[in-house]
């Protein structure tokens, strides 16, 4: 009976471990995120939550990636290697994004109707998307807010996170069906 109190003990000890470090890292995530809703009269015609990836996203990122993926040292210096190449060369937001009309959801098409932009210190820069294509159980595990009826994509920026960071910044993304802009941090 000692030994499996014992054993029951270990056990909810680590379980309760791991689901302290999931809700950091979903605190992290929500610190540094923003969404909007738009609607024309009753009908929803724009949804979009983003995440900024910048320092403290990524490092949550990683030791999540540690976590899950119990990740080796040589994994873990590679994670991190790409992880500050990213940081150093270009600004990246996750988004997710909905349009009641499939149609009108093509933001990774060369000839998107969207133009998304990012403002910081008085500068603007166009940004990329590209659709994700990863399960909706490893999207929802970097972003709980993430549903299956919205598309995932990384939007990047020819700017360095690492030049920006820490200045505020508005994500804006525009096009016929509507839009709106989402700001970091948090207003």
């Known amino acids: 009976m000692k030994y499996f109190l014992s054993l029951f003990l270990l056990l909810s000890g680590c ?20 969404s909007i809703r738009r609607y024309s009269g009753f009908y929803n015609t724009l949804d979009m939550e983003a995440t900024i990836l910048n320092s403290e996203v990524a490092a949550a990122q990683l030791s999540n990636g540690i976590a899950t993926y119990q990740w080796d040292d040589k994994k873990q210096g590679e994670e991190k290697t790409s992880l500050e190449n990213r940081l150093s060369k270009e600004a ?15 933001l990774s098409r060369p000839a998107t109707m969207w133009k998304i932009f990012l403002d910081v210190d008085g500068k603007r820069f166009e940004g990329k998307a590209k659709k994700i294509k990863l399960q909706l159980a490893e999207i929802q595990a970097l972003y709980p807010y993430h549903n299956r009826f919205y598309t ?6 020819p700017v360095s996170m690492r030049a920006i960071e820490g200045k505020p910044m508005k994500l804006t993304l525009t096009g016929p069906v509507g839009s709106g802009s989402l ?3 948090r207003n």
């Open 152 to 157: 995932p994509y990384t939007v990047t920026f």
């Open 183 to 185: 700001n970091f941090p």
């Open 92 to 106: 990246e937001f996750f988004l997710s994004f909905f349009t009641p009309e499939r149609k009108n959801d093509d």
């Open 15 to 34: 379980a309760s471990s791991q689901i302290a470090a999931q809700m950091d890292y979903a605190s992290v995530v929500e610190k540094n995120s923003d």
